[in-house]
């Protein structure tokens, strides 16, 4: 993800300015992102292990989106209810528990897991985010902002 970052600098047409999204083991990442590695942003989406991450949100002044389904067997209730607590102290953390939505929510492709309204809640706040990014940046020639991945 540094490297990523540090390739997206090289682009002439990068605002500076770029958001991690993390699923399942990836979801702590929306939090290191910001955190730790210089991003400008997070989005979860039934981000697993995000207990033992609570605590780096301590100095984070970024946009840090976190979602979970009602029905997640691997969001117990003390996780879901530490984030609704941050999320009621800390303005730029915002958490959501969409009812009937299990682990995988995310996953089209996964009968019986794949959640519509989950998909939709979660695609719809990462564009959200994506475009408050590309505002608030630099101004940029034709006002694009590059968007890339280098794995």
């Known amino acids: 993800m540094a490297d990523t970052l540090a390739y997206l600098r090289t682009i002439g047409t990068f605002n500076g300015r770029a958001a991690a999204m993390g699923f399942c083991y990836g979801?702590?990442?929306a939090i290191l992102g910001p955190k730790r590695l210089g991003y400008a942003a997070g989005i979860?989406?039934?981000?697993t292990q995000m207990l033992d991450f609570a605590h780096e949100l301590d100095g984070v002044h970024e946009p840090v989106c976190v979602i979970w389904g009602d029905r997640d067997h691997l969001a117990p209730g003390e996780m879901i209810e530490a984030y609704r607590h941050l999320s009621s102290t800390?303005?730029?953390?915002?958490?959501?528990i969409v009812a009937g939505a299990v682990h995988g929510f995310m996953?089209?492709?996964r009968q019986g897991v794949f959640h519509a309204s989950a998909y939709e809640l979660a695609m719809s706040r990462a564009l959200a985010i994506l475009h408050d990014l590309r505002r608030s940046?630099?101004?940029?020639?034709?006002g694009q902002i590059a968007v890339g991945s280098r794995l």
């Open 27 to 29: 979801g702590p990442y």
């Open 44 to 47: 979860s989406c039934h981000g």
């Open 90 to 96: 800390m303005s730029n953390v915002e958490t959501h």
């Open 107 to 109: 996953m089209r492709s």
């Open 137 to 142: 940046g630099p101004d940029l020639p034709s």
